[in-house]
């Protein structure tokens, strides 16, 4: 079945460092990746997203290309900010037929801390 | 547009007894998905409606259980509560297109004690 795994955490970095999470998966065919931040206390917000292989999603400074050939979708942000401090969830849609439509198949998750 | 809105936000029961949360979608989008967030077990998938049919079903025992309804509002119960049930609750409502990207509502907090 589909898989994801993400590096593991916590991450703590300071202020403007550059960040790299890192970011596999398994699947069948070709999924659609994503990336979720959940503060405390809260439901994920979608960060960015990619349907097809070579695409690079990108927002709020965080970018993530979908490279099909080393099955990744690493995300990566130049200068980290403290209020960038949440838990980093990457996330698979599988195309293995119409029944994959509404469910993702999250990783564990990684915290990051990024200090003053 | 209003975003995905779930109720109650926080929860308490006690085991054996049963409970039922409530999601409700962004305007438009016709697909919600359930999930349960611990923190052994992560983010898993419990199962998706869709124009009020299941459409995709978790590994969940059959205590867990879901409905839609024809404005796209969405419940799920849980039946004879257990320890192993506390968890946030998260509901997300699919935007339809090629991404089919969901989005997610603050949660529902359950506390089984």
Known sequence: GDSVTQMEGPVTLSEEAFLTINCTYTATGYPSLFWYVQY????????????????????????????????????????????DSAVYFCALRGRAGGTSYGKLTFGQGTILTVHP | KAGVTQTPRYLIKTRGQQVTLSCSPISGHRSVSWYQQTPGQGLQFLFEYFSETQRNKGNFPGRFSGRQFSNSRSEMNVSTLELGDSALYLCASTQPGDAYEQYFGPGTRLTVT
């Open chain 1, 40 to 83: 405390p206390g809260e439901g994920l917000q979608l960060l960015l997203k990619a349907t097809k292989a070579d695409d690079k999603g990108s927002n709020k400074g965080f970018e993530a290309t979908y490279r099909k050939e080393t099955t990744s979708f690493h995300l990566e942000k130049g200068s980290v900010q403290v209020s």
